[in-house]
T-cell receptor, first 114, second 109 residues
């Protein structure tokens, strides 16, 4: 079983719909992240959380929100999806203190907004 | 502005043909440089961390090196199973992690 699990793996939705992407991890890490990947672009950070009571905006947080329900669970919501949010979304975790570049990624959630 | 650029965008090699991938960076204080491998339909998988110029790390056919302006990922005698997209990421002062756009490597038998 994967250490970082994302659901759903694929989702097609319509403009204006609310979407939630879920992430759960069994690695025991405190830090969790949501990234977005678009063709030809580097991974971009949407939100991150260093513990259950900590939520921080990344570089492209507009149009997104997150919830850290437990140490092992971190969900990403699109309140009203729009076509330019069509992308591949990754959840990641990391151990230790503060920021680190050694991340453990899930297998991704491909979202298509029509 | 902090920036990470990978080249080439795509690289096709024959099995056994050694080559290098480049990651050039401009950041305000380097805290670390990271290499990842990403297979189609999968999330990136961590490979190496480099912290200072002159440092090298090796894993099987891969060797990563670091200078003050760039990092190279050398692939020696590659095999088809080395085909993947290789991502470079740089961590600057303040902790921000900046990813390059990746190099797609294809190794043909």
């Amino acid at each position: 079983d994967a250490d970082v699990t994302q659901t759903p793996r694929n989702r097609i939705t319509k403009t204006g719909k609310r979407i939630m992407l879920e992430c759960s991890q069994t690695k025991g890490h405190d830090r969790m992240y949501w990234y977005r990947q678009d063709p030809g672009l580097g991974l971009q950070l949407i939100y991150y959380s260093f513990d259950v009571k900590d939520i921080n905006k990344g570089e492209i947080s507009d149009g997104y929100s997150v919830s850290r329900q437990a140490q092992a669970k971190f969900s990403l919501s699109l309140e009203s999806a729009i076509p330019n949010q069509t992308a591949l979304y990754f959840c990641a975790t990391s151990p230790g203190q503060g920021h680190t570049g050694e991340l453990f990624f899930g297998e991704g959630s491909r979202l298509t907004v029509l | 502005e902090d920036q990470v650029t990978q080249s080439p965008e795509a690289l096709r090699l024959q099995e056994g043909e050694s080559s290098s991938l480049n990651c050039s960076y401009t950041v305000s204080g380097l805290r670390g440089l990271f290499w990842y491998r990403q297979d189609p339909g999968k999330g990136p998988e961590f490979l190496f961390t480099l912290y200072s110029a002159g440092e090298e790390k090796e894993k099987e056919r891969l060797k990563a090196t670091l200078t003050k302006k760039e990092s190279f990922l050398h692939i020696t005698a590659p095999k088809p199973e080395d085909s993947a997209t290789y991502l470079c990421a740089v961590q600057a002062n303040g902790g921000k992690l900046i990813f390059g756009q990746g190099t797609e490597l294809s190794v043909k038998p």
